[in-house]
């Protein structure tokens, strides 16, 4: 596709819930990377994924949080047991390359909100 | 610790009234400094990105400047059009070895016409 593609667009769910968010990156990007925005903070780097390699996922920030990508293409990032704490943007971003300086392009992300 | 910090938080101008923003950053080894536009409810959309100190960048009324601990973004005779979210961010190590960016807070632009 011409942009990163993220679906669903916008996620209300009750604590305990578990939520999967998924990711189109742009077609021939081996690069993908999930990041969240909380409110008023910055983004915050979660997982990487890059071609087939053991995806990076030294940013998870705890045991709830999953992601999957079969190859080149969508990737899922999945939360179980969802705290209020976990309501943000996560956003989604591929890179052409792996190489260094490559600029990440991102998705608009999906608004979780978490009652 | 690799860190970004973007001043002022807001900035409000009138329109063709041009100003600077401001992003300090801490890096160990500089791989790229990026520079990042979000409109409300949308994600970030790149703008340039700059290697080495000296290094300038331009597009439209934006121009983007580097040292060794700064970047600026200046913006000439700004238009309404160009309010915006405005993200630094920096390409850091990630504990697993991997590259990331590491964001700044961002700085809200509002040009009034």
């Known amino acids: 596709g011409a942009g990163v593609s993220q679906s669903p667009s916008n996620k209300v769910t009750e604590k305990g819930k578990d939520v999967e968010l998924r990711c189109d990156p742009i077609?021939?990007?081996?690069?993908l990377y999930w990041y969240r925005q909380r409110l008023g903070q910055g983004l915050e780097f979660l997982i990487y994924f890059q071609g087939n390699s053991a995806p990076d996922k030294s940013g998870l920030p705890s045991d709830r949080f999953s992601a999957e990508r079969t190859g080149e293409s969508v990737s899922t990032l999945t939360i179980q047991r969802t705290q209020q704490e976990d309501s943000a943007v996560y956003l989604c971003?591929?890179?052409?390359?792996?190489?260094?300086?490559?600029?990440?392009?991102f998705g608009d992300g999906t608004r979780l909100s978490i009652l | 610790e690799d860190q970004v910090t973007q001043s002022p938080e807001a900035l409000r101008l009138q329109e063709g009234e041009s100003s600077s923003l401001n992003c300090s950053y801490t890096v160990s080894g500089l791989r790229g400094l990026f520079w990042y536009r979000q409109d409300p409810g949308k994600g970030p959309e790149f703008l340039f990105t700059l290697y080495s100190a000296g290094e300038e960048k331009e597009k439209e009324r934006l121009k983007a400047t580097l040292t060794k601990k700064e970047s600026f973004l200046h913006i000439t005779a700004p238009k309404p059009e160009d309010s915006a979210t405005y993200l630094c961010?920096?390409?850091?190590?990630?504990?697993?070895?991997?590259?990331?960016?590491?964001f700044g807070k961002g700085m809200k632009l509002t040009v009034n016409p």
């Open positions: 077609s021939g990007h081996t690069a």
């Open positions: 961010a920096v390409q850091a190590v990630t504990q697993g070895g991997s590259e990331k960016l590491v």
């Open positions: 971003a591929s890179r052409r390359t792996g190489l260094s300086g490559e600029p990440q392009h």
